[in-house]
């Protein structure tokens, strides 16, 4: 019986602990903080356009191309987010519209 208790004990590989408990790293609150994190940054990028075309139209000084090239990343990165919104809610129809 000792030498069974000693292959058990051998065998056990130690779990690392979780830095956050009651929330595994690759969970379900990850994917929400991911979406969150970009819409906070497409949301900064728009702001940022905003005081660079601001500054432009108030005599600032500031490069015409840069403020053109921040208003078209926040463009870009508006629709992006827009696409993703409708993939996601294209996919939440499909899964509500499957039988169980």
């Known amino acids: 019986m000792a030498s069974i208790n000693a292959i058990q004990q051998q ?3 130690p779990q690392a602990p979780n830095p956050l408990p009651g ?3 690759n969970g379900p609150g990850s ?3 991911f979406l969150l994190e970009g819409i906070q ?3 900064q990028m728009q702001q940022d356009a905003d005081r660079a075309v601001e500054s432009l139209f108030t ?3 500031v490069n015409p191309a840069e403020v053109l090239t921040a208003v078209q990343k ?4 508006f629709k992006m987010m827009l696409q993703v919104r409708n993939k996601m809610m294209q996919a939440y129809a499909e899964v509500k519209d499957i039988r169980v």
């Open 59 to 61: 005599g600032g000084d």
């Open 11 to 13: 065998l056990t590989i």
């Open 74 to 77: 926040a463009d870009m990165s």
């Open 23 to 25: 929330k595994p790293e």
């Open 41 to 43: 940054e497409v949301n």
């Open 31 to 33: 994917f929400g903080k």
